[in-house]
């Protein structure tokens, strides 16, 4: 292959991307589901017009790197303090009930499987992809019904970045328990020491970024020596404790979300993101979404998949609810307001597909959950809450 023809293939990518972008966010749907199609239709499966290489590989794996620096950036600490144990409570059993969900439907299609088999660390990554929460969508939803800032948007809110957190860490284990070379022993203090050292060097570095923040405010060596601690977290975290990434990527985020410059900092990121690594992640896992393998048996475990990660995300995060003392027309409302799925699911199936632990042809059941979750997330908070109105009213 000649080396300027990856500049035909970027040009290509990034014209598809977004022409299906725009009419996916037309259509009310995410726009990252239209970038998606777009790498389905232009990659191997379809019309052929661009195909895998190393380069593209390398950049999409940059582009998700940067998509969980900025998620970390945009986590809102005294948000996450103020709810506390409540949203924690939540988000733990937002994690618990669809993991574990989505383990048994594995299993119930493709059979049981013995603990630490290759098989069973497949049907639980199933379960992992599920535990992600996308609360854009339902935000959205909340701000034009101005419900945001109530009692049961905020505990949303919160609940959904301390399920990210907890997602991401009960990935890093799955994926260390996955390798033949690795105990569970050494996964666990792996893990351990790579938190304690973020928490040590976090401190340090955000102490020095405050500084810098305080002395030079909305400079660009700011989020030029972000971008340069989210690659080296990043790095530290696969290299040195065998950690995911993306993990390393979202914890450099969270040291540096209290800054005062957090917000310019997302934004220099978002340009990038934006305009060339996200739209390359994106379309990438278009062209690993294999159509020539889906038959009957993929098709029905993927209406399962669907069906299985919205319920267990109302059924885990609205009984804890109500155990939280709301009552149950806000248990329902939080449950429902914690289905919708986006970004993290996709990168957490990418990483899948990385190691080993997820083929091709599950990605369709992804997507379908994505779109599906997002049409009717909005469409049964705002029933839900027409419903609350109407009985105020009545009432009344």
């Known amino acids: 292959m000649e080396a300027y023809n990856v500049f035909k293939d970027l040009a290509i990518i990034i014209i598809f991307a977004k022409t299906f972008g725009i009419l996916a966010r037309k ?4 726009q990252v589901v239209g970038e998606i199609i777009a790498g ?12 895998q290489s190393d380069f593209l590989v390398q950049m999409a794996e940059i582009g998700v790197v940067l998509l969980m620096f900025s998620a970390g950036l945009e986590t809102d600490l005294k948000e996450l303090m103020k709810t ?32 630490g088999s290759e098989k069973f660390y497949v049907a639980v990554f199933i379960g992992v992809i599920m535990t992600a929460t996308s609360v854009s969508i339902t935000v959205q939803s909340l701000k034009e019904m101005g419900k945001l800032k109530g009692k049961v948007g905020t505990t949303i809110l919160s609940a959904a970045i301390i399920d990210d957190v907890i997602g991401i860490i009960v990935l890093t284990f799955v994926i260390g328990f ?14 351990v020491l790579f938190f304690i050292m973020a928490f040590v060097v976090g401190i340090i570095v955000y102490k020095l970024f405050k ?6 405010p909305h400079t660009q060596r700011i989020p030029i020596l972000s971008l340069a601690l989210c690659f080296f977290f990043a790095y530290a975290a696969e290299h040195f404790f065998g950690i995911a990434d993306i993990t390393g990527a979202y914890v450099a985020g969270i040291v540096l979300c209290s800054i005062r410059d957090s917000s310019y900092i997302d934004q220099k990121m978002e340009i990038s993101s934006y305009m060339i690594f996200g739209p390359i992640f994106f379309a990438s896992i278009g062209f690993k979404t294999s159509i020539d393998h889906v038959n009957g048996s993929i098709l029905l475990f993927s209406v399962g998949f669907v069906v299985v990660a919205l319920v267990a995300k109302i059924v885990g995060c609205g009984l804890m609810a109500k155990v939280c003392r709301f009552s149950f027309p806000d248990s329902l409302k939080i449950g429902v307001g914690m289905m919708t799925r986006g970004e993290v699911a996709l990168i957490v199936a990418q990483k899948g ?11 369709a059941a992804v997507i379908l959950l994505i779109v599906v979750s997002s049409i009717f997330t909005p469409i049964i908070l705002k029933i839900l809450y027409a419903r609350d109105g109407k009985t105020a009213e009545a009432t009344a």
């Open 211 to 216: 500084i810098l923040d305080d002395r030079y």
């Open 178 to 191: 996955k390798n033949p070379d690795s105990n569970p022993g050494s996964v666990v203090l792996s893990t």
């Open 84 to 115: 506390g144990p409540v949203a924690f409570l939540i988000a733990c059993a937002g994690v618990f009930v669809p993991l574990v969900g989505g383990t048994l439907l594995y299993m119930g299609f493709y059979g049981t499987a013995p603990w």
């Open 40 to 51: 389905l239709l232009i990659g191997p499966s379809v019309l052929g017009l661009v195909q």
């Open 27 to 30: 259509c009310k749907a995410p």
């Open 353 to 363: 597909l990385s190691v080993g632990l997820l083929t091709s042809e599950y990605f």
